[in-house]
Structure formats: structure tokens, C-alpha cells
Nanobody
Framework: QVQLVESGGGLVQPGGSLRLSCAAFGFTFSSYVMSWYRQAPGKERELVATISSVGGSTNYADSVKERFTIFKDNAKNTVYLQMNILKPEDTAVYYC??????????WGQGTQVTVSS
């Protein structure tokens, strides 16, 4: 059964850090492009960061560049999002996504990140 299970969300003060994890089950993780998206209340879901299937290429939304880092461990079938210098505007539900050409996309259930003092 295909599953993406996110963890690591929570409440953090502005300027703090969190690391999100997304564990993949039931598909060939190393063949998929992995991404993190987020959706804040009343806003559309937006792409935050993407990493290529072999992990050699990454891309980031302008709003998180220099603060967030996406990386993956193919041996553990897990993708991570290290978030530093968090801001209140980073508050959102964060979703993990797996994408491969000619195959269905997979989504996780989301993990809440709240940045507040």
C-alpha cells in the first residue's frame, strides 16, 4: 500500500527551526521526484521545495531560499525539509508529494507548522 507519512511539525517561535520528515512506503522511492508543498489558511497550496530522484538537484520557492533545505535518504525512503529562521508567514500545513512521469502522484496527509511567539 502506497503511503507518505509526514512528521516533525509543531509550534515554534519566530527564528526557530524544525525538521520535517516524510517516510515513503509501497513504491520505488528512488525513482520519484520528491517535493514539499504548504497551504496556509485561506490560501492556495504552494510548492516549497523539490529534489530530484537521485538527490542531485534542488529547487526552492523564493520565499524560503537560504532558510530551508530539502534532502533525501534513498536508503531510508525518506525526504526531509530542514527549516531555519522560521517566520510567522511560514505557518501552514506542509505536505509531502511524490511525482514520476507517467505515474500517479502521491500525497501525504500533512503536518501542521505554526510559527508564533
Amino acid at each position: 500500500q502506497v503511503q507518505l507519512v509526514e512528521s516533525g511539525g509543531g509550534l515554534v517561535q519566530p527564528g526557530g527551526s524544525l525538521r520535517l520528515s516524510c517516510a515513503a512506503f509501497g513504491f520505488t522511492f528512488s525513482s520519484y521526484v520528491m517535493s514539499w508543498y504548504r497551504q496556509a489558511p485561506g490560501k492556495e497550496r504552494e510548492l516549497v521545495a523539490t529534489i530530484s530522484s537521485v538527490g542531485g538537484s534542488t529547487n526552492y520557492a523564493d520565499s524560503v531560499k537560504e532558510r530551508f533545505t530539502i534532502f533525501k535518504d534513498n536508503a531510508k525512503n525518506t525526504v526531509y525539509l530542514q527549516m531555519n529562521i522560521l517566520k510567522p508567514e511560514d505557518t501552514a500545513v506542509y505536505y509531502c508529494n511524490a511525482k514520476r512521469r507517467n505515474y500517479n502522484d502521491y500525497w501525504g496527509q500533512g503536518t501542521q507548522v505554526t510559527v508564533s511567539s
